[in-house]
């Protein structure tokens, strides 16, 4: 699997472009703007076969560029049920960021209602639902290479915020615990926004999983 990160949009969302390099099936994970366009035409190009958009999260800076990736790639948006309503609030946000946005037909193609399993290519994709930063949030988790895409809800040192609408921060605290008992301590994390880390950095440096593991 081959792994392409970009840093887009107003807030600096990391949105990833993961693919197969055999089958060349691609899934492109928070389109966090209109910058990835040429990105993903000049992947086309390259013989990429865009399957799915997935966010983790309704939030404005990691689907802003899903109306138009979609219309390039012709690949499916996929958004947790829960955040449906979460990310038609959100847009309305997108104006006063500087989000060039069109609001309409952000309507997902396929909606997860709990946990569940994606492919590429050969590569199982778990999708674990982890409310907190937004009810609907999620992690996409592939175990056989020991990454993880935690969007907002775990970053290096840091945990996502619980006070936007929807957030909950007994549902965060939870949703840290489950991924540190199914992560190890090598599984590369990479987040919404700033670097990449590790499972076992952050059980060693982030206060907020430190605090949240000892039961605080
Ligand atoms: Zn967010
Ligand atoms: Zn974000």
Do not use: Q
């Not at 392409?4 to 390099?21: C, K, M, Q, R």
């Amino acid at each position: 699997m081959k792994l392409v990160n970009y840093v887009v949009g107003p807030l600096s969302t990391n949105s990833y472009v993961i693919y197969d390099e055999v089958t060349m099936d691609a899934i492109v994970i928070d389109p966090g703007s209109n910058e990835l366009v040429p990105k993903c035409r000049e992947l086309i190009g390259k013989g990429l076969k865009f399957s799915k958009i997935i966010a983790t999260h309704g939030h404005v800076d990691h689907v802003a560029g899903v109306k138009s990736l979609r219309e390039i790639t012709g690949a499916k948006f996929m958004l947790h049920k829960s955040d449906i309503e979460i990310m038609d609030i959100s847009l309305d946000w997108g104006w006063e960021l500087g989000y060039n946005l069109s609001l309409e037909d952000l309507s997902p193609d396929y909606v997860y209602e709990g946990d569940e399993v994606v492919s590429l290519g050969d590569l199982e994709i778990k999708i674990i639902h982890t409310p907190g930063h937004t009810p609907g949030s999620i992690v996409l988790y592939i175990p056989s290479l020991k990454i993880a895409f935690t969007g907002d809800t775990l970053f290096r040192e840091s945990v996502g915020r619980t006070d936007l609408m929807g957030g909950s921060w007994p549902a965060l605290k939870e949703s840290i615990r489950r991924l540190a008992n199914t992560f190890n301590s090598e599984t590369i994390i990479y987040p919404g926004h700033g670097p990449s880390s590790t499972l076992g950095y952050e059980l060693r440096n982030n206060r907020f999983v430190k605090h949240i593991l000892r039961g605080g």
